[in-house]
């Protein structure tokens, strides 16, 4: 079947235990099984404009034949009752995004920003048109991992690592890849190996499991040094009569977005309060206001730096933050409202670890995270 515009097309695969459909279902939290809160269905929404095309998802399921005498006909779902997924899209060609696009990633192009920082480089030597367009599998929250029930089967992934590089030589794709790959799924790794590909070492995430009952066990918990640098710290923000606090979020935040525009302008991107404001809304409805906490640091009524948690059972995630960088009276309050704060609030709110994601992987070391290593695959088809 050729392949159409507008994202991946519904497969016409002759194995019909594999398809690959726009979207994710609505059911996908009810079907998946126990999945990290990043892979559930409003968490894949929040963020799924990274996936080129939008959202799509690749499965494979399993129906028996009995089901099929019985009621005579096929169930609603393709194939049956899901037993493996993964979400993805089809990239038509190269972004140049340093993380969301493989060929940057597994060119080594993406290097100076600490993506595959080591290598190899397995498109070292290539162009982009060698590799595109290219089938990408990742949820769009950098964890990437097979769902459902078959997860753990081996006989299972290596069907769906097979119907996938089937499928994508049936649409003519030049490339398989595969981005932020987890390492807590290796019979889905060996049957990635088998079929061809080249997993390489990516990056690194940072996460913080909270062992302590109090902000003294934290900073039990942390280098000798690193505890008088952070009670100095704190020290100085007290002087200057800056206020630690947390609060939920509100309708309307241009404060937040005002931080957000200056941070962004710093890192030379263009700030688009419409996209931001947007973000806001869809944790609000998502969410709710019970599950979202803004930890905040101000001068008077001045907002020096935020950051905003996100609970999703006994797990927060940061997902956003700013800082008054135009204020000298600001330093300190970006780690007090990352991390200092949210230590001291973790215990008492239930929390038993807090995902503080990619990058400054050195300053999170220093402040208690564990790094736990992302992979990334790669497979040519012609």
């Known amino acids: 079947m050729p392949r159409t515009s507008g994202g991946a097309p519904p497969s016409t ?18 079907t998946v099984g126990p999945v990290p809160a990043t892979l559930r269905r409003r968490w894949i929404t929040l963020a799924e404009a990274r996936i080129p095309g939008g959202a799509h998802t690749f499965a494979l399921t399993d129906v028996a034949r009995s089901d ?31 993380r969301f696009d493989p060929y940057q990633v597994l060119s080594g192009r993406s290097v100076h920003e600490g993506v595959v920082a080591q290598g190899p480089h397995p498109w070292k030597d290539l162009a982009p048109e060698d590799v595109f367009p290219c089938g990408l599998l990742m949820f769009p ?4 991992t097979p769902v459902g029930p078959g997860r753990d089967d ?38 990635l190996r088998e079929a061809g590909f080249d997993l390489v070492p990516m990056v690194d995430r940072c996460d913080l499991a909270v062992t302590w009952s109090d902000f003294d066990g934290y900073l039990a918990g942390l280098p000798r040094k690193r505890r008088f640098a952070v009670r100095r710290e704190l020290r100085e923000i007290a002087e200057r009569d800056v206020v630690l606090s947390e609060r939920t979020l509100n309708h309307d935040e241009p404060e937040l977005l005002r931080l957000r525009a200056q941070l962004v302008t710093k890192y030379g991107g263009t700030p688009d309060l419409e996209r931001e404001a947007g973000s806001l809304r869809h944790l609000r409805e998502h969410f709710g206001d019970r599950n979202l906490v803004v930890v905040e640091a101000r001068l008077g009524t001045d907002l020096l730096s935020f950051s905003i948690f996100i609970r999703d059972g006994a797990h927060w995630t940061v997902l ?13 309050t970006y780690f007090a409202t990352m991390f200092y704060r949210p230590a001291q609030l973790a215990p008492a709110e239930g929390i038993t670890s807090i995902a503080y994601g990619l990058g400054t992987v050195q300053a999170k070391k220093l402040r208690g995270c564990d790094l736990n290593p992302l992979s990334a695959a790669a497979l040519l088809l012609r």
């Open 320 to 332: 956003m933050s700013g800082t008054d960088h135009e204020r000298p009276d600001a330093s300190f």
């Open 141 to 144: 929250n950098y964890e990437t």
């Open 68 to 98: 099929v005498a019985r009621t005579g006909q096929e169930p609603d779902r393709p194939g049956g009752q899901l037993s493996v997924a993964v979400v993805g899209g089809v990239m038509e060609a190269a972004s140049g995004h340093v």
């Open 13 to 30: 695969d002759p194995d019909p235990a594999f398809s690959v459909r726009p979207g994710v279902a609505d059911d996908w939290d009810q």
């Open 154 to 191: 081996p006989k299972a992934v290596r069907r769906f690592v097979g119907g996938l590089v089937d499928w994508a030589r049936e649409q003519g794709l030049a490339s398989i890849a595969a981005l932020f790959l987890r390492q807590d799924c290796p019979e889905f790794h060996q049957a």
